[in-house]
C-alpha cells in the first residue's frame, strides 16, 4: 500500500518540530501495516479552519491523480476542524479509491468522519469563546486586548499591561498636530518616512495607517486610547467558509466595552477634538457630490490597465495619481520610492495596443498562417475522402453479401438462421449509408487581408475605450494575457520603459521572431515570457519601441 502522510500545526506560536514529530508517529505507524511512504503533505502555522491551504491542496491533487492508496495523519483535525470539510475530504477519498488512516483511530469511517470532525468543529467554537473570555477579563483590568498600538510598550513585569514609548507618543502627537493644521495623511506620512522615521512594527509609513477607518477605530487618527480610553469588541471577525478568510463585521457600539485608562492619555481633548472636526469637515465635503452619490467622489475610475502596472524599482503599484495620469504609488504615498517618471493613460494604453495591432497579425506571419492553415484544411478533406471511398467499398460488400443469400432463397435453400443474417446485413448497410450522408467538415476560408481588418478592429477599441462596458470586458480579456506591467525609468532619458510580462508578451515575442522558435522546441521561450515596450523609433529584437 502507498501511503501519504500529512501533518498541520496552528500558530506560529507553536513548534516548527511538531511538523516533524507528526511525521514521524505516522511513519512508525505505516511501519506497522507494513506500508511503503511515497509521499509527505504539510502545512505550517495555518488553521485547520481553512481548507485553502497549500499542502492540503497539492494531497487533494495527488489523491485525485492516484498517487497514493492510503491519508495517513496523526488525527482527524490535523486535516480540517470543520466537519463539512471533513466530510467532502471523506467523499472525495472513497471516490478516489482512496483509504483515510490516523494513529488516533485507524481507518476513519464515514461515521467516525461525522463525528470527530463535529467534534473539531466544537473544538474551535468552544477556543474562541474562551479567548475572547479570556480577553474581556484582561481588558476591563485596562491591559492589552491583543495588539500593542503605536507609541506604546509593555511592561516587562505585568503582563499584559502597558506604557507610553516617550519616542513614539512624540510621533503620535506630532501626526496629530499636522492633520489638525490642515495636512493630508498622505503628506504626513511621506514627511515621516523622508525623516527616516519608522512607523508601526518598524515598517515604512503609509497614509492608510493614519487615517484608518472611523467606524472600526483603526488607524492613528481614531485610536481612542490616545485620549485614555480603552475601546474593545468594536468588531467581530467570522471566517469565510469558502476562502477561508477573516471578514470583519462592526459590532453595534452597545457591545462596546470602555475602559478609562487615563495613565495611558497621550492626545489632550482640545487636540482631539480639532482632529474630529476637521475628519467631519472633510466628510462633508466628500459628500457635496452633484450626482446625488456621496461616494461618487471616493470612487476612482477602473481603467484597461488598472491593477497590472508595477514600478520597476521598488515593486509596487503604478497608479492614478493625478487625471489620467500614472506614477508610483510608494513614492505617493510612502515618499519611499524614487521612481518620479509618471506616464499618461493614454499613452500607456496606446503603446501597449499598439504593439498588439502592429506585431501580433504582420503580414509575413499571416501568410505563414495561411499557408499552414490551408495545408491542414488540405489534409483533413484528403482524409474525409478516403474515409467515404473505404466506406463505399465496404458498402459494397455487404450489398454482395445480400445478394447472395435472396440468391439462396429462391433457390430454395432457405434456413432459419438465414432470416436473422439478412436483418444484421440490412443493418449494416443503413448504418454505412449514415455514415457516407454525413456532411464533410467545414473548411472555412481566410481572407488574405485578415491581418488589416484586425488592425482597425484594435484600433476601434482604441477608440472606444471610454465606453465603460466596452473598458470592462476589454480590461478582462487583457488580464488573461498579461501578468504584470512594469515601468522603470529610461536611462539617460526622461520617460518610462514598459516591459509586459505573461501570455501576451509570450505572443509578441514569437511573432518578433517569425516563428523561429518553432523548431528550437517548447523551451525557445524564457519561463517568464515578458517583452519591451520602449520609447523611441525602429526596433530590435524582444523590444518594441513605440
Known amino acids: 500500500m502507498r501511503v501519504a502522510i500529512y501533518a498541520r500545526y496552528s500558530s506560529d506560536m507553536q513548534r516548527e518540530a511538531s511538523i516533524e514529530d507528526q511525521v514521524e508517529i505516522c511513519r512508525r505507524y505505516a ?45 482527524l483535525d490535523r486535516l480540517s476542524r470543520r466537519v463539512a470539510d471533513v466530510a467532502a475530504l471523506h467523499d472525495e477519498l472513497t471516490f478516489n479509491r482512496v483509504a483515510l488512516h490516523t494513529v488516533a483511530t485507524g481507518e476513519v469511517t464515514a461515521l467516525l468522519a461525522g463525528v470527530i470532525g463535529a467534534v473539531g468543529q466544537q473544538y474551535l467554537i468552544d477556543l474562541k469563546e474562551k479567548t475572547k473570555r479570556g480577553l ?16 506604546y510598550r509593555l511592561k516587562s513585569e505585568d503582563r499584559g499591561a502597558r506604557e507610553i514609548e516617550p519616542g513614539e507618543a512624540r510621533i503620535v502627537e506630532r501626526i496629530f498636530r499636522d492633520f489638525a493644521a490642515g495636512h493630508s495623511p498622505r503628506a504626513i506620512a511621506k514627511a515621516l518616512n523622508t525623516e527616516g522615521v519608522r512607523g508601526p512594527s518598524g515598517r515604512t509609513w503609509r497614509d492608510t495607517m493614519i487615517r484608518g477607518q472611523r467606524d472600526r477605530g483603526t488607524g492613528v487618527l481614531n485610536n481612542e486610547l490616545y485620549i485614555g480610553r480603552l475601546v474593545w469588541n468594536r468588531c467581530s471577525y467570522v471566517k469565510d467558509p469558502q476562502t477561508g478568510r477573516r471578514q470583519a463585521r462592526p459590532n453595534p457600539p452597545n457591545s462596546w466595552e470602555i475602559v478609562e485608562v487615563p495613565e495611558l492619555r497621550i492626545i489632550d481633548d482640545t487636540l482631539w477634538n480639532a482632529v474630529k472636526a476637521r475628519q467631519q469637515s472633510l466628510l462633508r465635503t466628500m459628500g457635496r457630490d452633484s450626482s446625488g452619490n456621496p461616494l461618487n467622489r471616493a470612487h476612482r475610475r477602473k481603467f484597461l490597465l488598472s491593477g497590472l502596472l508595477r514600478c520597476g524599482q521598488c515593486g509596487g503599484g503604478y497608479t492614478i495619481i493625478g487625471k489620467d495620469i500614472y506614477g508610483c504609488a510608494a513614492r505617493r504615498s510612502k515618499g519611499t520610492c524614487a521612481n518620479q517618471e509618471t506616464i499618461r493613460r493614454e499613452e500607456l494604453e496606446h503603446r501597449v495596443l499598439t504593439s498588439l495591432r502592429t506585431r501580433l497579425m504582420a503580414p509575413e506571419l499571416v501568410s505563414v498562417f495561411i499557408e499552414e492553415y490551408t495545408r491542414e484544411v488540405d489534409r483533413q478533406a484528403r482524409d474525409h475522402a478516403a474515409a467515404n471511398a473505404g466506406l463505399e467499398r465496404d458498402a459494397a460488400a455487404v450489398d454482395r453479401k445480400i445478394a447472395g443469400i435472396l440468391s439462396a432463397i429462391e433457390d430454395g435453400l432457405y434456413s432459419p438462421s438465414m432470416k436473422q443474417r439478412l436483418a444484421d446485413l440490412e443493418a449494416k448497410k443503413r448504418e454505412i449509408e449514415d455514415r457516407i450522408a454525413e456532411p464533410s467538415p467545414a473548411t472555412p ?24 462596458n466596452v473598458r470592462a470586458e476589454a480590461a478582462d480579456i487583457l488580464r488573461g494575457l498579461i501578468d504584470k506591467i512594469v515601468l522603470s525609468p529610461m536611462t539617460g532619458a526622461r520617460g518610462c520603459s514598459i516591459t509586459v510580462h505573461g501570455d501576451l508578451a509570450t505572443i509578441l515575442a514569437f511573432c518578433e521572431t517569425g516563428g523561429a522558435q518553432k523548431e528550437k522546441g517548447s523551451n525557445a521561450i524564457a519561463s517568464e515570457p515578458k517583452i519591451s515596450v520602449v520609447a523611441g523609433v525602429g526596433f530590435e529584437p524582444t523590444t518594441f519601441r513605440l
Open 445 to 468: 476560408r481566410i481572407h488574405p487581408n485578415v491581418h488589416k481588418v484586425y488592425e482597425r478592429k484594435v484600433a476601434d477599441l482604441v477608440a472606444t475605450l471610454n465606453g465603460g
Open 136 to 151: 474581556l477579563g484582561r481588558v476591563l483590568d485596562g491591559k492589552s486586548g491583543g495588539g500593542l498600538a503605536f507609541g
Open 31 to 75: 511501519d506497522t501495516h507494513g506500508w511503503r511512504i511515497v509521499d509527505v503533505f504539510s502545512d505550517r502555522a495555518i488553521s485547520g479552519a481553512n481548507s485553502n491551504r497549500p499542502g492540503y491542496m497539492a494531497m487533494q491533487e495527488a489523491g485525485r491523480a492516484g498517487a497514493f492508496d492510503v491519508i495517513l495523519a496523526e488525527s
